[in-house]
């Protein structure tokens, strides 16, 4: 079955450092990648797509890459603020309707 | 504004007594869906619908049903709750049904007693 992965439930960073976070897919590559911010108790909400065939997509200071031969998506926020701290979300896509989720990983910028 | 609206933000309810969240999106997407938010299970699609009178289940449908008779709406019924169906609910919509971003509501936290 299609999985998708994030393998920190929690990562902690300061202020100013760029926060990394992984998402790992298995079986086939999806036709794209999508990453959203949650906050506690909130709805997910749409940061960035990046279709298989790109390799990296920016929006401000946010950065996500593709790698189909890692199967594997990383998602960077470069001179994080406390303003980040939220969960993180990785969700793929393909063949089929569903959008399937990793279980998020806990961004904490401290200042 | 475009939105996803859903109703109540939170329900307490008690075993067996039918239910309904109301989902409704003021953007004229074809597509909607439920998901259902646990911890450590992540977010889990309950059903979705490509359009309307066109539904179908997600990867946890059991025990829940969804109408789709106008393009806004998309109801989540829960016949006979049960208490594993407590849990933070979300509709979300998008223009289309693959390759589109998701706009999620902001939840529905129901507790079955």
């Known amino acids: 079955s299609q999985k998708i992965e994030q393998n920190s439930e929690a990562l902690n960073i300061q202020e100013g450092k760029t926060a990394t976070l992984t998402c790992n897919y298995t079986?086939?590559?999806?036709?794209?990648l999508q990453w959203y911010r949650q906050d506690p108790g909130r709805g997910p909400v749409f940061l960035l797509l990046i279709r298989e065939n790109e390799k990296e997509k920016r929006k401000e200071r946010l950065k996500v890459t593709f790698d189909t031969t890692l199967k594997q998506s990383l998602f960077h926020i470069t001179a994080s603020q406390p303003a980040d701290s939220a969960t993180y979300l990785c969700a793929r896509g393909g063949a089929g309707t569903a959008l399937i989720f990793g279980k998020g990983t806990t961004l904490s910028v401290s200042s | 504004e475009a939105q996803v609206t859903q109703n109540p933000r939170y329900l307490i309810t008690v075993t067996g007594k039918k239910l309904t969240v109301t989902c409704s999106q003021n953007m004229n997407h074809e597509y909607m869906s439920w998901y259902r938010q646990d911890p450590g299970l992540g977010l889990r699609q309950i059903y979705y619908?490509?359009?309307?009178?066109?539904?179908d289940k997600g990867d946890v449908p059991e025990g829940y049903k969804v109408s789709r008779k106008e393009k806004r709406n998309f109801p989540l019924i829960l016949e006979s709750p049960s208490p594993n169906q407590t849990s933070l609910y979300f509709c979300a919509s998008s223009p289309r049904t693959v390759g589109e971003k998701l706009f999620f509501g902001s939840g529905t936290q129901l507790s079955v007693l």
């Open positions: 619908s490509m359009n309307v009178e066109v539904t």
């Open positions: 079986n086939y590559s999806p036709a794209y």
